[in-house]
């Protein structure tokens, strides 16, 4: 087919595994979980690039959509003026979570499960427990572990929406350039996946992104816990 008879045919554009296809796919199941769960659905919002992603096609529906976010006294300054700059951008309507618990300036290399487990896990707890839905920037291509998830999940009474799943990283910077989404400063750095700055690390460009997460430890290449455990308990 030449490019002249494609011009033709737009419907090509919008086929399943093409960036316009998968903007309209995502667009239709952040709307349907919008109708379906009103109030109690909100979108997950960590920064990084993915969840921005997200946070802008759920704005595109609903342009006071409920977003909440997740902070821990390890994260990076640049994300918390990042997190400002974009609540004022976008006049994003968020809630924010921290932990209370004091934890030791070491816990992240001594035992960072239990570090994620008191600054990520139990926060997000208290920022679900009265929602039946969340919608999350989680992609299948990241990393090793998130390889088996689905579109839409249910773990103890809370359904997970993940409308971006099978989006490359590619797809993640063509729509941040189409639409004009300013960036974390610390892509320009080389980080491809951005956490806490104890357990994120640059990594090479053939590497799955989430390479980088806590490198020397057993949770390297891994998860925090909120998708793999249960937060409803
Ligand atoms: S990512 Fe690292 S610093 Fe952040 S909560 Fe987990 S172990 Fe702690």
Aim: charged share 30%.
């Amino acid at each position: 087919m030449n490019l002249a008879t494609k011009n033709k045919n737009p419907e090509i554009y919008f086929q399943e595994n093409t960036l316009l296809g998968k903007i309209k796919h995502a667009r239709e199941i952040i709307s349907d979980a919008i109708e379906e769960y009103g109030d109690k659905v909100q979108v997950a919002c960590s920064f990084g690039k993915d969840s921005m992603v997200v946070v802008h096609l759920a704005l595109q529906i609903k342009p006071d959509v409920k977003i909440f976010t997740v902070v821990t006294p390890f994260k990076p300054k640049e994300t918390f003026e990042y997190k400002d700059q974009m609540i004022q951008h976008y006049n994003l309507n968020l809630v924010e979570f921290m932990s209370k618990e004091k934890v030791d300036k070491n816990l992240p290399k001594t035992n960072p499960d239990k570090c994620c487990r008191i600054l990520k896990v139990e926060p997000t707890k208290e920022a679900v427990k009265n929602l039946d839905a969340w919608i999350c920037g989680l992609r299948n291509t990241e990393g090793r572990t998130r390889k088996n998830y689905q579109e839409v999940e249910e773990k103890g009474g809370l359904v997970k929406i993940n409308p971006i799943l099978n989006w490359t990283e590619l797809d993640i910077w063509r729509y941040m350039a189409i639409y004009n989404i300013p960036i974390h400063p610390f892509y320009a750095k080389g980080y491809r996946s951005l956490g806490c700055e104890p357990c994120t690390n640059m990594i090479s460009d053939i590497e799955p992104e989430r390479e980088g997460r806590w490198i020397g430890t057993s949770k390297c290449g891994g998860e925090c816990g909120i998708h793999t455990m249960s937060l409803k308990q």
